[in-house]
């Protein structure tokens, strides 16, 4: 009787999800180690947020440094661990699934969703800023909010061809993103060189973080450093999981760190904090290099990387709408794909139109600035919420699948359980630290109740939003049949071209 029970158990608790299962069938297989690692940069790495923390002066450094090592190092052990160990679609989904509970799962999966619609609503005003810099001009509110519902369609637009023709543009940006990195370091060191570091040195500054100063510094590095786990959003399109996910933390990581460090160096050594732009400085900058016309093309040479990027959230992203499709929290529409390129059409427009409602509803009742930093706060509270979704599963995954662990090869953090638990006590005391900073001390020169008052009101928005999708989405999509919710995926039979490419892992 006992070996029966156990055996139901086991069985029920390995059952494959929908979302574990048809997107294997049905999504082509294109994503390898240099895509993947481009992918992870494009995601997480904002080099505005270089700009941010420039105009705190040398106490930046340390800050990078313990984001880097208090968080980036802890999250990307443990999305290592938690994506090899299950390697389907919907990353924090899965994860969140099958250590907790699915009300719980889909909490998780929409805290990780919703930086797309807040990065969509934010980011096309970024790249604007860049291309107004490198043209001297201006625009009034109205022109600016058109241009940038054109600027975000375009990106939609882009992101619904195929993943392959996406991700080689990607790779081909990522290289130019090295070489502006390379100019902006250079143009700044060698502006200290000559004229010395316009923000003055200091060894206690750049070596002893300050919190009772740049507390916010801390705020802003947790939000430039989020996104580890976004690449699994897709992981049945990975040519191997086993191949190329560590890899692409590591390297992508390594360059993660690299472009922070150098361009926010060469931002401080080129201007002082009080001429530092906190969105174009970085570019702004290289000006300082006496090169006619270096800042202008650098400016739009920023600005497609940002549009770039902004199209690997699109595409990545939509996967999560994807799965919860799939899982019936939403109708079935919302898993439909587009027979030819095999992306989630419904997902992607979706997020592009409630992106461009929220972009006219915040940017009408503020300045483009300031709107732009008042959601990268609310990014920043609601994405670090999503990070307890992928560094408590760990511990949980350890003592409820521990058959697993003993039985199958697959990558874990290293140390056993101790360092498993340490990995989560560090995680989620630096989430909860980066929670407070970006809350309660401005990233502006606005007041701490205009702050709070307008990254709580976005974010206790986005919570709201949560329930109010989970209770109708599911009371829509219980209204249809699993198998009748699936039958539309038995047109979409994949030949070999489209299962599989040249590349390589």
């Excluded at 008042?374 to 979704?389: C, D, E, K, P, R």
Aim: net charge positive.
């Amino acid at each position: 009787m006992t070996a029966v029970d156990s055996s139901k158990v086991t069985t029920s608790r390995d059952a494959l999800l929908t979302a574990e299962l048809v997107p294997e069938q049905v999504l082509p297989k294109v994503m390898g180690t240099f895509g993947l690692t481009a992918t992870y940069v494009f995601i997480i790495c904002w080099i505005t947020g270089s700009s941010v923390m420039a105009t705190g002066g040398w106490t930046a450094i340390p800050m990078w440094v313990l984001g880097i090592l208090l968080f980036l190092v802890p999250a990307g052990l443990a999305v290592a661990e938690l994506g090899s160990l299950w390697p389907g679609q919907g990353g924090v989904y899965i994860w969140a699934y099958r250590t907790m509970n699915e009300p719980l799962a889909f909490l998780g999966g929409f805290l990780s969703w919703i930086p797309v619609i807040l990065n969509g609503a934010a980011s096309p005003a970024i790249v604007l800023q860049f291309l107004l810099l490198a043209f001297h001009s201006s625009l009034g509110l109205t022109m600016s909010i058109i241009l940038q519902l054109a600027i975000l369609w375009s990106v939609v637009g882009l992101a619904l061809a195929r993943l392959v023709a996406t991700q080689k543009m990607m790779q081909v940006v990522f290289v130019v993103y090295g070489v502006l990195t390379a100019v902006i370091f250079l143009v700044g060191l060698t502006h200290a060189a000559k004229h010395g570091s316009a923000t003055p040195f200091s060894l206690h500054d750049a070596t002893i973080p300050n919190f009772a100063v740049g507390g916010f510094l801390f705020g802003t590095v947790m939000l430039y450093l989020l996104g580890v786990e976004t690449p699994f959003n897709m992981g049945a399109e990975f040519l191997s999981v086993r191949k190329s996910a560590t890899k692409m933390l590591l390297w992508g990581s390594a360059a993660l760190v690299g472009i922070y460090l150098l361009t926010t160096l060469g931002t401080m050594m080129a201007l002082p904090g009080s001429k530092i732009d906190p969105v174009t400085g970085v570019v702004g900058m290289l000006d300082t290099s006496g090169i006619n016309g270096l800042m202008e093309v650098s400016a739009v040479v920023l600005a497609a990387i940002v549009f770039v990027a902004l199209i690997t959230y699109q595409v990545a992203y939509s996967r999560l709408i994807f799965v919860s499709g799939l899982e019936r929290h939403l109708p079935r529409i919302f898993t439909h794909l587009n027979p030819r390129t095999r992306n989630p059409v419904t997902a992607i427009l979706i997020q592009g139109a409630i992106s461009s409602t929220i972009m006219v509803g915040l940017f009408s009742q503020s300045s483009l600035a300031n709107v732009t930093v008042y959601l990268n706060g609310a990014l920043s509270v609601v994405w670090l919420v999503s990070g307890f979704f992928f560094f408590i599963p760990p511990i949980l995954a350890r003592k409820k699948y521990a058959d697993r662990y003993v039985k199958e090869d697959f990558w874990r953090i290293p140390g056993g359980m101790p360092a498993v638990y340490a990995v989560a006590a560090v995680g989620t005391a630096s989430t909860f630290g980066g929670i407070y900073y970006s809350f309660w001390t401005p990233w502006i020169d606005v007041s701490t109740s205009t702050w709070t008052s307008w990254v709580g009101g976005i974010a206790l928005g986005t919570l709201i939003s949560a329930g109010l999708v989970y209770y109708f989405g599911r009371r829509s999509a219980s209204k249809l049949s699993a198998p009748d919710a699936l039958a539309h995926f038995a047109d979409l039979s994949l030949s070999k071209a489209s299962a599989s490419t040249p590349e390589t892992a």
